[in-house]
T-cell receptor, first 112, second 115 residues
Framework: ETGVTQSPTHLIKTRGQQVTLRCSSQ?????VSWYQQALGQGPQFIFQ???????GRGNFPPRFSGLQFPNYSSELNVNALELDDSALYLC???????????FGPGTRLTVL | GIQVEQSPPDLILQEGANSTLRCNFS?????LQWFHQNPWGQLINLFY???GTKQNGRLSATTVATERYSLLYISSSQTTDSGVYFC?????????????????FGQGTILTVHP
């Protein structure tokens, strides 16, 4: 059974650019959640996708958007990057939107 | 939203010592989880424990849902136990339809085990 995978591992962008992060959910899981973890903090919920629909959103601006595909993989898009967007982005999948979540290795984004 | 408080924020142990980490929640939660974050950033699932007690080797966890807290016990600590431990929880699924399984994390406990 394959766990949650994320790509890329690291990414460096400049302020104002756009970025796309990718996540493949664990086999049998239909729900994907995205979290942002700033240095020294706990992860903060960005949004969740369940069966290709956004199922809830945290306190993040609209320039953070996402997609979920029929195979339940997901993308996180961030437009107009700001310096404060530098963080570890974590993707988690679960068998249902209220169940135990399993996390991928993360993508470390640096905005210069 | 709920508030999650973890204690202690930092913990330094000698190898072989036992420790208890605590997590308090401001409201009733379900899908309560404990994680260990490794040096590369990945969150490793330790326990999914909305209530009751579970054990896995040297680790065990207890959640008292009615009193809104959870405890993680580490016995006979090893240097490989070092890292950051997080607890996280979500509101009950019938809480106004807005819980959708979102996990709210504490600030973490930084554990350092010396040989």
């Amino acid at each position: 059974e394959t766990g949650v995978t994320q790509s890329p591992t690291h990414l460096i962008k400049t302020r104002g650019q756009q970025v796309t992060l990718r996540c493949s959910s664990q086999s049998g899981h239909n729900t994907v959640s995205w979290y942002q973890q700033a240095l020294g903090q706990g992860p903060q919920f960005i949004f969740q996708y369940y069966r290709e629909e956004e199922n809830g959103r945290g306190n993040f601006p609209p320039r953070f958007s996402g997609l979920q595909f029929p195979n339940y993989s997901s993308e996180l898009n961030v437009n107009a990057l700001e310096l404060d967007d530098s963080a570890l982005y974590l993707c988690a999948s679960s068998a249902y939107w209220g169940n135990e979540q399993f996390f991928g290795p993360g993508t470390r984004l640096t905005v210069l | 939203g709920i508030q999650v408080e973890q204690s202690p924020p930092d913990l330094i142990l000698q190898e072989g010592a036992n420790s208890t980490l605590r997590c308090n929640f401001s409201d009733s939660v379900n899908n309560l989880q404990w994680f260990h974050q490794n040096p590369w950033g990945q969150l490793i699932n330790l326990f999914y424990i909305p209530s009751g007690t579970k054990q896995n080797g040297r680790l065990s966890a207890t959640t008292v849902a009615t009193e809104r807290y959870s405890l993680l016990y580490i016995s006979s600590s090893q240097t490989t136990d070092s890292g950051v431990y997080f607890c996280a929880g979500g509101l009950p699924l019938n809480a106004g339809g807005t819980s959708y399984g979102k996990l709210t994390f504490g600030q973490g406990t930084i554990l350092t085990v010396h040989p």
